[in-house]
């Protein structure tokens, strides 16, 4: 697969920012903001890789190096606030 020329993924993201303006929640289908939404960071995630092909790889050998990157994460239903964990505390010595 080549990389798109500038126009096409100039084009292909003015269409993506059109979609991410018309995103919301609907009462009579509130399953459809969150299909939508998945679909366009799919999309995002498609046109980085074939503008820069190397940086999935760059990505996956920083994540195997162990990076942390605080924030927080879904976890059935829930969503879980994720810290660094901090040294424990050294005993202190009675004198």
Same mark, same amino acid.
């Given at each position: ?9 100039? %084009?292909?993201? &003015? @269409? ?5 303006? #018309?995103?919301?929640?609907? !009462?009579?289908?509130?399953? /459809? $903001? ?11 995630? %498609?046109?980085? &890789? @074939? ?5 999935? #790889?760059?990505?996956?050998? !920083?994540?195997?190096?162990? /990076? $942390? ?22 005993? #202190?010595?009675?004198?």
């Amino acid at each position: 697969m080549s990389a798109p020329s500038a126009a096409e993924a100039a %084009r292909r993201l &003015r @269409e993506i920012v059109d979609r991410v303006r #018309r995103l919301m929640p609907l !009462r009579s289908d509130p399953e /459809r $903001f969150h299909v939508d939404r998945d679909s366009v960071a799919v999309d995002l995630g %498609r046109l980085a &890789r @074939e503008l820069d092909p190397e940086g999935e #790889r760059r990505q996956e050998e !920083r994540a195997k190096r162990g /990076r $942390f990157s605080p924030g927080t994460i879904a976890a059935k239903g829930r969503l879980i606030k994720v810290e660094k964990r901090r040294a424990p505390l050294k005993p #202190r010595i009675a004198a």
